[in-house]
């Protein structure tokens, strides 16, 4: 019975994080940031297209490093330490897509004297 | 009947300390997820202000991208060192353990290094966060980035000085599974920082 747990323990602790996820991880991370960076320095397309690409390439290397560096999917079945991420991402996601609507939503209806106006009245102003 | 009682007596002590442990480890996450909501809170200032530039420079012009480049490189690489750490300290080798944990060390050092050298750089020229709310919101970001490397740097010296002097504990391992999650996370961040920052203000974004 504590041969069997321990076996269960060892298996536990080296499935944390081997040699070759850590390796992986690494290499993926610089392809990944030599690809995002190598598009940005030689325009080969429009600045719209190479937004939306290293965007991508961002967000590919986020899930490289939550799964090869912080062993993410290695988790066992009460998979708390996600739920908490999902809940956080989904903060982070209100936080900024909320703020950067609501501000230009701003802009957009003010005009520069009403923003003026506004700027003086709260003391402040140019 | 006791030698029998023994063995038993010892596994539970072991799996209640393996509870606790991942109990620690689950309270730094959920620290660490509080932390992305802070920066979360600092990106989107900085993509509110990041056209706001007050008739001054726009990153376009100020940043410099071999230069962020290597900020990149040498901070992924310290993560990957940070890894390579830990699984030696699993394997209980303190030497392998002081040596990839020592070179994590150089290389977060000669992270800030270049960040600084960058900031210097701008207020200098007369564009430090003073010069616009681009420039406001850009210092507050990668500044307090920079903030949690420093103190990252702080808590990994005193980690190495108590290994050095008093060997690899349970206590010193798991402390140093704290501070690589933290490490990770950093890198995780300057990611961001990389590709919304540096490379979008490149385009001009």
Not at chain 2, 82 to 111: D, E, M, P, Q, Y
Not at chain 2, 119 to 145: K, Y
Request: hydrophobic share 50%; with cysteine.
């Amino acid at each position: 019975m504590s041969k069997h747990q321990g076996m269960i323990v060892a298996e536990h602790e080296t499935s944390e994080g081997s040699l070759k996820s850590y390796v992986s991880g690494f290499v993926l991370s610089i392809i990944l940031t030599l690809g995002a960076y190598l598009m940005v320095t030689h325009h080969s397309f429009t600045a719209d297209r190479i937004v939306g690409v290293i965007v991508g390439l961002a967000l590919c290397q986020f899930l490289v490093q939550m799964l090869f560096f912080l062993h993410l999917g290695k988790e066992t079945k009460p998979r708390w330490k996600l739920f908490v991420l999902l809940f956080m991402i989904t903060v982070v996601l209100i936080l900024v897509f909320g703020s950067i609507w609501i501000m230009n939503n701003l802009n957009y209806r003010m005009t520069p004297e009403q923003i003026n106006t506004y700027m003086n009245n709260q003391g402040g102003g140019f | 009947m006791s030698e029998a009682a023994n063995p038993t007596m010892g596994l539970e002590v072991s799996n209640t300390e393996q509870a606790k442990n991942a109990k620690t480890l689950f309270g730094f996450w959920v620290y660490i997820m509080t932390d992305c909501v802070l920066f979360a809170s600092l990106f989107a200032t900085y993509a509110v202000l990041h056209r706001s530039t007050f008739g001054g420079p726009s990153g376009e012009t100020l940043f410099s991208l071999p230069n962020v480049l290597a900020e990149t490189l040498i901070l992924l690489t310290s993560s990957f060192t940070c890894g390579l750490g830990i699984l030696s300290a699993r394997a209980r080798h303190k030497n392998k353990v002081l040596f990839w944990f020592l070179i994590t060390f150089v290389l977060g050092v000669a992270f800030l290094f270049l960040e600084l050298t960058e900031f210097r750089h701008l207020v200098i020229t007369g564009n430090s966060w003073r010069r616009s709310a681009f420039l406001s919101a850009f210092f507050t970001l990668v500044g307090t980035h920079g903030l949690h490397i420093s103190v990252g740097l702080l808590w990994l010296a005193v980690l190495l000085g108590k290994i050095f002097s008093k060997g690899l504990s349970k206590n010193n391992i798991r402390q140093l599974t704290l501070f690589s999650i933290f490490w990770h996370f950093l890198d995780i961040i300057w990611i961001f920082i990389f590709t919304i920052v540096y490379l979008m203000g490149a385009l001009g974004k």
